[in-house]
């Protein structure tokens, strides 16, 4: 564990193999703010590098896989959307889904992608996955964007009345997805460096996960009773239906299960943070 | 708190160590299978000797424990410029790591006051896909500077790299060469107080090796920056550092004074001897199958190991194989006194080697071989079709040291400096 003086230009740090669990160590990855914004840089430069489309790729993933799931859910399946159009309602779904779910898995891969790094250079681990969250909430907000050309196409010919009032809180819900988001992601990664086994179950894991949460349906299909429940239950159902709401203006919004949602983001992401900084010390003897 | 920080303030220190342990479990590190952990399990539980433990294994090892630093106690003043020198597997590099907190110490503290730059190997961070500066940047945050640091010593840093124009070139384009050298740039422009190398000189060509040796004696000297430096070649030790210490097996054997620390860790801390028994601590860490294994070896032939130059050396080398060997090979692999590797002498072939003990003859042709002391590590292997079974080495295999001969001419002193160390064929220079 580590201790810090600051004074003046002289830093006093003491290394010993006590572990405090209660020191978070952000101080320290706030001095290294300009790294942060460097990497959420080169996530992007590296992203689209050599790719023929570029950047237009932010905007074909979310159209192509919405038209999909109307089709599929919405007109074979048949699934209702609460009078919202639905290919707006599957496309406001799988943008803010895709966000958090990009902040899970690719957090979960922290240390296995970094081993090399990590290895070489000491640096507060934890701008890795805080700059992994900064990009994806800037892809969100490009992404975001086509949503908004759309709905604004769908407000004017009356089909949607979004709750403009609410949209204050929007950045908010933002946050606390990207922190839930981050705290799984950590947890999982830090489990990963002694068991791989986990990694190959993330993937599929956010598959399953995206089902349990009304992502391709609103909560409001489901029957009373324990599938409505388990799905309350999910502190990601609080979130995505309450986004819905605020921009479609459609929505159940349940204020236990967003509770719920909010107790669970701050538990996963101080645990996992915890947890973060605990492996971090050590994880390179082990992978 | 504070009163550490003042006591180290007050002593001039820059870093203190106490009782440093580090310990690794040797099942997390060699990747076993579920299948080998039963089986040794199994072993142990009838009071059976490990099947899997391997002869030849460092002392270090107590069960699945190893203990990569067994107790370092260590105060490094600011302003020093530290060596630190030791075998492969000595705890050099573990000792690094955990002063630049890449990995937590299992037992003991290490008090610094300072920035630390760690540069256990250049450009790390370094992506192809991204330009010169833009890495620079990055590697430079890496590092610790911000943004803002970084952008002022931007000019200094492209000068010093020589990359020129390129800077804004995706890095992947560059030679091997511009990387290196742009990467060692941004390390070497950090305004830490305590910087961290592990050989990270062996860079770029002759002339930008000798700007950056340069560069970190004058943040040592000049700028009162506390350097440590780990590094197989002596001259750059002799040339960087004001102090040295030795590690061996965890521990930190010697401390003090730079020619003093070679002579130790290159042997010559030993006289020379006309009979050497090898044991565990001459043994090389490596990938040797130990199949076969050098046990002692004895100088016949001469007194002492003493040659003349152009002489011929007798060896006697005890061995015992393991196991029925074919196309046993010997390689000696010669170090002059001051740490540069200078070549090497292979064997014939002996074609069948018997399971049990045996015994060589060598003879050596020191032909080239100029006025000084010499270390040879002394190498087994089976070579066929190219491809080299390591069996055992030992090092150093023998020290001895070549005289001049009145038989050899010379008519100046040879400049082992200036012109190597080892004389090649005369040639033959004719009036037209």
Not at chain 1, 208 to 234: C, D, E, F, I, K
Not at chain 1, 252 to 259: C, D, E, K, N
Not at chain 2, 295 to 311: D, F, M, Q, R, S
């Amino acid at each position: 564990m580590q201790k810090h003086l600051n004074n003046e230009s002289n830093n006093y740090i003491c290394i010993s193999s006590d572990r405090s669990w209660t020191d978070l160590r952000l101080e320290e990855v706030w001095q290294y703010r300009d790294l942060i914004v460097l990497f959420t840089k080169r996530y992007f430069a590296l992203t689209y590098a050599q790719t023929i489309l570029g950047p237009l790729w932010l905007f074909l993933k979310p159209f192509l896989t919405s038209i999909m799931f109307t089709l599929v859910f919405g007109y074979i399946a048949g699934i209702q959307t609460d009078g919202v159009p639905k290919f707006l309602f599957f496309l406001c779904g799988t943008a803010v889904w895709n966000f958090f779910s990009a902040c899970v898995s690719d957090n979960a891969k922290t240390f296995i992608d970094n081993a090399s790094l990590f290895g070489k250079v000491y640096f507060p681990r934890l701008t890795v996955p805080v700059s992994k969250v900064t990009a994806f909430l800037i892809r969100f907000l490009i992404q975001i964007s086509m949503v908004l050309i759309i709905l604004f196409y769908y407000c004017v010919n009356g089909n949607v009345s979004p709750r403009f009032e609410l949209w204050i809180i929007l950045p908010f819900l933002l946050l606390q997805l990207g922190l839930m988001g981050m705290g799984v992601g950590i947890i999982i990664s830090s489990m990963t460096t002694k068991y791989r086994d986990l990694s190959v179950l993330v993937e599929f894991g956010i598959q399953l996960w995206m089902y349990g949460t009304p992502v391709v349906y609103p909560l409001s299909q489901l029957p009373q009773g324990w599938m409505r429940m388990a799905a309350l239950l999910n502190p990601v159902t609080g979130p995505v239906e309450l986004f819905r709401f605020i921009l479609l203006g459609e929505g159940l919004f349940v204020p236990a299960s967003y509770l719920w949602s909010l107790g669970f983001t701050v538990i996963v992401t101080v645990l996992g943070v915890a947890v973060f900084n605990h492996v971090e010390k050590t994880f390179l003897d082990t992978v | 708190m504070d009163d550490k920080y003042a006591e180290m303030q007050e002593a001039g220190l820059a870093i203190r160590i106490r009782g440093l342990k580090k310990e690794y479990r040797l099942g997390l590190i060699g990747r076993t299978t579920l299948q080998k952990e039963i089986k040794r399990w199994w072993a142990r539980k009838r009071g059976l000797e490990d099947p899997y433990s391997k002869i030849g294994q460092p002392k270090r090892i107590k069960g699945d424990r190893f203990m990569a630093l067994n107790g370092i106690d260590l105060t490094i003043h600011k302003g020093e410029a530290l060596g630190i020198i030791g075998r492969n597997g000595a705890g050099k590099s573990t000792l690094l790591k955990i002063i630049s907190r890449i990995t937590a110490p299992t037992e003991g503290e290490v008090e610094i006051i300072g920035r630390v730059t760690s540069m256990l190997e250049v450009g790390t961070g370094f992506h192809g896909e991204m330009t010169g500066r833009e890495n620079v940047y990055l590697n430079g945050a890496i590092l610790g500077m911000t943004k803002a640091e970084i952008d002022s010593k931007m000019d200094e840093i492209i000068a010093f790299s020589e990359v020129g124009e390129f800077i804004d070139t995706p890095v992947k384009r560059y030679s091997s060469g511009m990387y290196v050298k742009l990467a060692f740039s941004v390390a070497a422009h950090l305004d830490n107080e305590i910087q961290i190398m592990d050989e990270v000189l062996a860079v770029g060509d002759m002339e930008f090796q000798k700007k950056c040796l340069q560069k970190m004696r004058a943040s040592a000297r000049v700028e009162g920056r506390t350097v440590l430096y780990v590094s197989h070649n002596m001259s750059t030790i002799r040339r960087l550092c004001d102090r040295c210490i030795v590690l061996d097996e965890g521990k930190i054997v010697f401390d003090g004074d730079v020619d003093k620390a070679i002579s130790i860790y290159m042997g010559t801390g030993e006289t020379l001897k006309t009979e050497v028994q090898f044991t565990e601590k001459h043994r090389i860490h490596g990938y040797f199958s130990r199949d076969f294994l050098i046990e002692n070896l004895v100088i016949t032939g001469a007194k002492e190991p003493v040659y003349p130059e152009k002489g011929k050396a007798l060896f006697e080398i005890g061995c015992r194989a393991l196991r029925d060997l074919r196309n046993v090979r010997l390689r000696m692999e010669f170090w002059y006194q001051d740490g540069t590797k200078i070549g090497s002498m292979l064997s014939n072939p002996v074609t069948a080697v018997k399971q049990g003990p045996c015994r060589f003859l060598l003879e050596m042709d020191l032909t080239g071989l100029t006025r000084g002391q010499y270390y040879a590590d002394l190498v087994a292997y089976c070579g066929e079709n190219g491809v080299q079974e390591l069996l055992d080495g030992v090092y150093p295999g023998i020290v001895f040291e070549v005289i001049n001969s009145p038989d050899v001419v010379h008519h100046v002193e040879w400049s082992h400096q200036y012109w190597g160390h080892i004389r090649l064929h005369d040639m033959r220079l004719m009036l037209k």
